[in-house]
């Protein structure tokens, strides 16, 4: 499904019309822009956190293992719900 770009540049909502002939609008794209760019940005924060921790010269602790299963377990999330959308 291609997404459309509006004057902007930013993903807009696509106008569709169902099978019962109601028109309905298509979030899709802009759904799938926010799973992708939140799970990035979470990605971004938590390997700064690392590196900081490791440049530094410390251990990883409970609250650091925790946030890296976390988002490991974000990734398989995100993909469904791109698939699904």
């Known amino acids: 499904m291609p997404?459309?770009?509006d004057t902007m540049g930013a993903v807009s909502p696509r106008?569709?019309?169902?099978?019962?002939?109601q028109a309905?609008?298509?979030?899709?794209p802009q759904l799938?822009?926010?799973f992708w760019l939140l799970t990035s940005l979470s990605l971004i924060f938590l390997g700064l956190?690392?590196?900081c921790k490791i440049y530094r010269g410390r251990n990883l602790w409970w609250d650091d293992h925790l946030l890296i299963a976390?988002?490991?377990?974000?990734?398989p999330a995100t993909k469904h719900?791109?698939?699904v959308v």
Do not use: E, K
């Open 3 to 5: 997404c459309h770009l």
């Open 15 to 21: 106008a569709t019309t169902a099978d019962d002939g």
């Open 24 to 28: 309905h609008v298509d979030y899709g």
């Open 32 to 34: 799938n822009l926010v």
């Open 49 to 51: 956190r690392l590196y």
């Open 70 to 75: 976390s988002w490991v377990r974000r990734v």
């Open 81 to 83: 719900g791109t698939v």
